[in-house]
């Protein structure tokens, strides 16, 4: 299973989570991936943990004032971006040219989605994988694998009936192995999670739980 941790902008120390999710990820089932503030980006790769940006921009280098680039987040040493996350809505073309300055730079890509209608749109654009996130359940605590079981496996059936190789994560109110268990049970291929870990008083501890069962 594939654990992507996002730091959101949260006040936590982003080397101690990375370090804590190096750890765990070397010496478990699991790979472990923080997504953390964009200029937290290189102190976190410095870790050797898998680092991803939380958005980056459709735009190349240029006039493009705020923009956060593929080109500078790669350079920082992230090797992946989410894109599209409830916090951080985009329109379509913004998407699909934020998946083309991901492509310029090799990053791996999940789109996030609330549902399945969604997720059969974003995997038509052909990331490596999409995640489904219901917002009203994000830091709830309570998982969607509990809360709402079809909106995982529905949108587990709406990418593979648009493209097979497209993966997909599931999110929100993940906070325990058992809740990733139930996400793996359900077809998903990976969580998104965050204030499970960005908000634990001991985010190594958390993140051993998370792996434990898997
Ligand atoms: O938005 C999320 C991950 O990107 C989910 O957040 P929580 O894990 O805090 O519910």
Redesign the pocket.
């Known amino acids: 299973m594939f654990v992507?941790v996002?730091l959101?902008a949260y006040p936590c120390d982003p080397v101690e989570v990375a370090t804590a999710a190096h750890e765990v990820s070397e010496s478990s089932d699991a790979d472990v991936a923080i997504?953390p503030q964009a200029a937290a980006i290189e102190t976190v790769a410095e870790t050797g943990v898998e680092t991803w940006a939380q958005h980056v921009s459709p735009n190349e280098h240029g006039s493009h004032t705020g923009s956060t680039l593929a080109e500078a987040t790669a350079e920082a040493g992230a090797t992946g971006t989410?894109l599209n996350?409830?916090?951080n809505r985009l329109k379509l073309a913004d998407i699909d040219g934020s998946l083309d300055a991901a492509e310029r730079v090799d990053f791996d890509t999940v789109v996030?989605a609330n549902n399945a209608e969604q997720v059969a749109a974003a995997a038509a654009l052909g990331p490596d994988a999409v995640?489904v996130?219901p917002p009203e359940?994000?830091?709830?605590?309570t998982p969607v694998s509990q809360a709402d079981p079809d909106i995982v496996r529905d949108a587990v059936d709406a990418a593979a009936a648009v493209d097979e190789s497209v993966d997909v994560y599931c999110?929100?109110?993940?906070?325990t192995g058992e809740d990733v268990v139930a996400a793996e049970e359900l077809g998903a291929d990976g969580v998104?999670?965050?204030?499970?870990v960005?908000?634990a008083d001991d985010p190594q501890a958390a993140l051993e739980d998370l792996v434990d069962p898997l």
């Open positions: 992507l996002n959101k997504a989410l996350h409830s916090e996030c995640a996130e359940l994000i830091g709830t605590g999110g929100a109110g993940i906070s998104l999670l965050a204030s499970g960005a908000k």
